[in-house]
């Protein structure tokens, strides 16, 4: 039994000495741990919350759009940007109030709606819409070298076709006959990667069809054609 206890003793005594060396190392360890975790769920807490608040927000974006009411749209579109611009909801209800704003024939807000899109998502997509539509707008407004500046950042490689395209497009209507063929041509030839094709080759087939139409009215071939 003495040697059971002494054997005990020493063991509580290596404790004390580890404890005494390394307690305080390992508390702060396990305190860092905690207060990350702690850290971790208030800011999913946070996440959630602002989630549903900006969803709420944005049904009503949606509803004002349905009737068309661009005076409450705006006024609702304003506050989702102000309150949960980083939400995907506040880039995509700017994205719909842009297109109730053309169709209401305010292009200014739909060109400040596109354009805070493209200014504060972090998703590489909306941006990318959001520019094509803008520059889509500034052709319409006749502001062509404006619009060439929208389309002249990179794109990324699914949405460099179209915005060849959309660049083809300003070209033609300057008369640039020659900067027009090059990105109808850029667009025809990279029309694939952009929008994919279905087994039927559909959606691609039926897009190029159209620059190719472009292409025809300009007295150019398309690179298909001209293999």
């Known amino acids: 039994m003495a040697h059971l206890d002494l054997e005990e003793q020493e063991q509580i005594d290596r404790l004390k000495h580890f404890w005494q060396r390394y307690g305080q190392i390992i508390s702060s360890v396990l305190l860092v741990i905690l207060l990350a975790l702690a850290g971790w769920n208030a800011y999913q807490y946070w996440q959630r919350h602002q989630a549903t608040q900006a969803a709420a927000l944005f049904d009503e974006v949606e509803r004002f759009a349905r ?7 705006q006024r609702a579109l304003t506050d989702i940007q102000s309150k949960f611009a980083s939400t995907l909801y506040a880039q995509q209800a700017a994205l719909l109030s842009a297109q ?4 209401q024939n305010q292009p200014d807000l739909a060109i400040a709606a596109l354009k805070w899109v493209t200014d504060q998502s972090a998703d590489e997509s909306y941006r990318s819409v959001a520019r094509l539509r803008w520059a889509g707008l500034l052709l319409d407004n006749k502001s062509y070298d404006e619009a060439l500046r929208v389309l002249s950042a990179p794109f990324p490689k699914s949405f460099e076709a179209l915005a060849a395209d959309r660049k083809g497009d ?9 900067q027009a063929v090059e990105a109808y041509q850029a667009a025809y030839s990279g029309l694939s990667v952009a929008l994919g094709e279905d087994a039927s080759g559909g959606t691609t087939s039926e897009y190029k069809r159209l620059v190719d139409v472009k292409l025809a009215a300009l007295g150019a071939a398309s690179p298909g054609a001209a293999k």
């Open 170 to 178: 300003v070209f033609s209507v300057q008369g640039q006959t020659a």
């Open 100 to 103: 109730i704003f053309v169709s």
């Open 67 to 73: 009737e068309g009411d661009t005076a409450k749209l």
